[in-house]
């Protein structure tokens, strides 16, 4: 008796997209947007060795979509080859592969290298145009094979990523990771936060003895701080700013959006704040993850300044 072989559900399938085209055409910003997008990309990635990373036929799928950069310096490039490898990887039904290809006129590309004074990988000491003309005749079969083409010539790096996001935002993973945190200033600004909101200017209850010791989670803390006039008309104008943004961030495809609220020394007013945001957010139907950097940090007079 024969059997069918098992129906893969579309949903399910490993979305692969390589990205390629003319060094200096885009293709390390449309990596990046990508992977702001929630794909998970790999640049200058050896292209022969791509099937080694996917899962094989009836494996379990590999989750987020793969979005793989290379170009004509990939070590063992050979545009017939990628053709056929594609091509073979294609009949799977567990795969769905899509070839990106970023174009831009060689007036253009000339003009950004000799801006940026960067060496083309094809010139070899030779004329930056000559580099170009080199390796525009070598990626010629996959700029034709391409399932899309996407010229550059006329972008800013703004206006590429805007591209990138409208071409590829819909089939990104719609889950978008919402970060509340709190820091303190005198030990570092957080580098990865996408908005800081500097807390500074509610009163500091690291100068009233009895709240010295305790934090932004002891109720006694969060009564003070609500006892400045200040706090309510700021934090909602705050709430109000987030809950336009993040629908629109999540719209755009954005995987991830870090909100960050400072204080002196991350112990007092920014981990209120940041508690009662997330509330906040979390009512206006958001799940947002909540950090405190400096929670544990010991409190200072030094650190925390002279009272007001």
């Not at 997209?17 to 885009?26: E, I």
């Not at 500097?198 to 009564?223: C, I, K, S, Y």
Request: aromatic share 6%; charged share 25%.
């Amino acid at each position: 008796m024969s059997h069918s072989p098992p129906l893969v559900d579309e949903d399910s399938r490993q979305r692969i997209l390589l990205v390629t085209g003319l060094s200096g055409a885009g293709k390390t910003t449309a990596l990046r947007v990508l992977e702001d997008l929630g794909w998970e990309a790999i640049d200058n990635f050896p292209i022969r060795l791509l099937e080694r990373l996917i899962p094989q036929d009836g494996q379990q799928g590999h989750g987020h979509p793969l979005a793989i950069g290379f170009d004509s310096r990939t070590r063992g490039f050979n545009p017939p080859d990628v053709i056929e490898q594609v091509r073979q990887m294609s009949k799977r039904d567990d795969l769905v592969v899509t070839t990106l290809f970023l174009d831009c006129t060689s007036d253009e590309l000339e003009r950004r290298y000799n801006e940026t004074r960067r060496r083309h990988p094809m010139a070899h000491g030779r004329p930056v145009r000559v580099g170009i003309q080199a390796e525009r005749e070598l990626l010629d079969p996959l700029r034709r094979w391409a399932d899309a083409v996407v010229d550059t010539t006329d972008f800013a790096t703004n206006q590429l990523q805007q591209n990138i996001r409208e071409r590829f935002a819909e089939t990104a993973p719609q889950d978008m990771s919402v970060i509340v945190s709190s820091f303190g200033f005198a030990r570092g600004t957080p580098p990865l936060a996408d908005l800081v909101f500097d807390m500074r200017f509610l009163d500091n209850p690291h100068w009233v003895a009895e709240l010295r010791e305790q934090t932004g989670l002891d109720d006694a803390v969060g009564q003070h701080i609500r006892q400045d006039a200040a706090f309510e008309t700021a934090f909602e104008q705050i709430r109000a700013l987030l809950t336009t943004l993040l629908p629109r961030y999540q719209a755009q495809g954005k995987s991830y959006v870090n909100i960050a609220f400072g204080c002196t020394g991350g112990r007092h007013r920014s981990v209120f704040t940041a508690e009662t945001m997330a509330q906040a957010l979390r009512d206006a139907g958001f799940s947002p993850t909540v950090l405190h950097r400096n929670l544990g940090s010991r409190a200072a007079d030094q650190i925390e300044g002279p009272p007001s």
